[in-house]
């Protein structure tokens, strides 16, 4: 029987989402609701990631409308064995599969990655050798800070060692706090309305042995919340706890943060990952087919690894449905096809200077240069601006501080502005999938 709160949730997003994509993707999803969090079950692994990476922000928005809150959320495939998406003549050897993490009110989420999923690489090294050794207690620091771009890894490190703190330390049962920068804001506002601060504190300043908080920058400008954020880590150093932060931006990019906080944030053990070379983008790919059943031929496997260097999501994004397209086709993986679904992704093109970013920024918003660089607070001017940061971000070597010097704009409204894009792209929302569709037709 359907729970009567995923039901309310459904009719939501009935009426938000494209009829097409609620169908395929919402529909045959089933739920489990309890304490704040909503447990999704997917008919396979192919239908969850899919779910996963692009429509979580959707349900969360829809469950905070019926829940007053915004919750957790996990979403896990039905069938936990591995499925063939190819079935081919020649069958690769099954992957082993991982112990489950184990379940329990000390565990926020069902932590999907593990170490051993991870592919490391001269790029991500230190973090991954970091984020062990918090786990192992020979780190020399307590909290650790991941910073990474979109898609290189922050959120599988940050999920395995949480992962691994469970499996390793079964007698101590180990409370675990895995949220978002947003969730935990989310939460806090909501306790305050409800007067509800004391359960709010005893959840995430007592009652936790490990916090674990992806985006921090989202707290940049939110001085209130803020305040009880340095409160609650302070609690957690004090109490021998260990914490976890991630995101987009180095520590000292950061900005509209008071002072303390700032300086709690750089005071653990920093580590960044950076766009994985050609062997880890290989072996990445190598791993994903091993652990779908895919038979990669190895020409395929190199155009793959050449052709989309940027983002990790995007190669296993462009395998999935190569796998799937090979399978409705009923061939096997070949060349020909290989190009054929690169088409739909980003490149990695010659490298783009800032003058053509503007240019092209100019040309789909239909402005002139001077309102980029502007005091214009209108909509379009402010989208279109933000717009230009996250390309320069993405496809320059221009820091925050030459990037806002540009547009005459400080370092810190940079920082905004690239926050505000990737939040609507990770919750693709109308304007992010506007968002998405211009970010791609510049590399095309």
């Known amino acids: 029987m359907t729970h009567p709160t995923w039901n309310h949730i459904l009719h939501i997003l009935e009426r938000s989402l494209n009829p097409g994509l609620y169908q395929v993707w919402i529909k045959p999803l ?10 999704l079950t997917a008919p396979n692994e192919f239908v969850a990631a899919w779910v996963r990476d692009r429509l979580t922000g959707q349900i969360a928005e829809a ?25 081919t003549s020649t069958a690769l050897p099954a992957p082993k599969p991982e112990a489950p993490a184990p379940a329990g009110d000390c565990v926020d989420p069902a932590f999907r ?15 991954y050798e970091a984020s062990l050794g918090l786990c192992r207690r020979n780190l020399p620091a307590n909290q650790l800070f991941i ?36 969730e935990f804001s989310s939460r806090l506002i909501l306790s305050i309305k409800m007067r509800e601060m004391d359960r709010f504190k005893a959840r995430f300043r007592e009652n936790v042995d490990i916090l674990i908080l992806e985006d921090i920058h989202f707290f940049q400008g939110k001085l209130k919340l803020q305040d009880e954020l340095l409160n609650t880590i302070n609690t957690l150093e004090s109490r021998g706890c260990r914490v976890v932060f991630t995101s987009s931006f180095l520590p000292k990019e950061l900005s509209g943060l008071d002072n303390q906080l700032a300086s709690r944030l750089g005071a653990g053990f920093l580590a960044t990952i950076d766009q994985p070379d050609y062997a880890t983008r290989l072996n990445i790919l190598r791993r994903k087919a091993s652990l779908h059943q895919v038979l990669l031929p190895e020409d395929v496997a190199d155009l793959l690894a050449n052709k989309l260097r940027t983002d990790i999501r995007q190669l296993e994004s462009c395998l999935q449905n190569l796998a799937l397209k090979a399978r409705i086709l009923g061939q096997g993986i070949c060349m020909d096809m290989a190009w054929d679904v690169l088409r739909n992704y980003d490149l990695e093109q010659p490298s783009i200077n800032l003058d053509q970013i503007v240019d092209y920024v100019c040309n789909v918003y239909s402005i002139q240069r001077e309102h980029l660089v502007s005091k214009s607070r209108k909509r379009q001017h402010v989208i279109a601006r933000n717009t230009a940061f996250f390309l320069a971000r993405k496809h320059t070597p221009l820091s925050l501080q030459d990037i806002g010097q540009r547009f005459n704009r400080r370092h810190s409204t940079v920082v905004k502005g690239i926050t505000a894009v990737e939040r609507q792209l990770t919750l693709q929302t109308p304007l992010g999938r506007q968002l998405e569709t211009a970010i791609d037709r510049l590399a095309q």
């Open 30 to 39: 089933s739920a489990a609701v309890a304490d704040g969090r909503i447990c």
């Open 63 to 87: 469950a905070a409308q019926v829940m007053g809150g915004a919750p957790a959320i996990s979403v896990t495939a039905r069938d936990t064995s591995v499925t063939p998406l190819i079935e």
């Open 147 to 182: 910073s990474a771009g979109p898609g290189l890894g922050k959120t599988h490190l940050s999920q395995a060692i949480g992962r691994m703190m469970l499996a390793d330390m079964k007698q101590a049962k180990p409370k675990v706090r895995y949220l978002s920068a947003e």
């Open 113 to 127: 990655f593990s170490f051993d999923q991870f592919v490391v690489g001269p790029s991500n090294a230190l973090a």
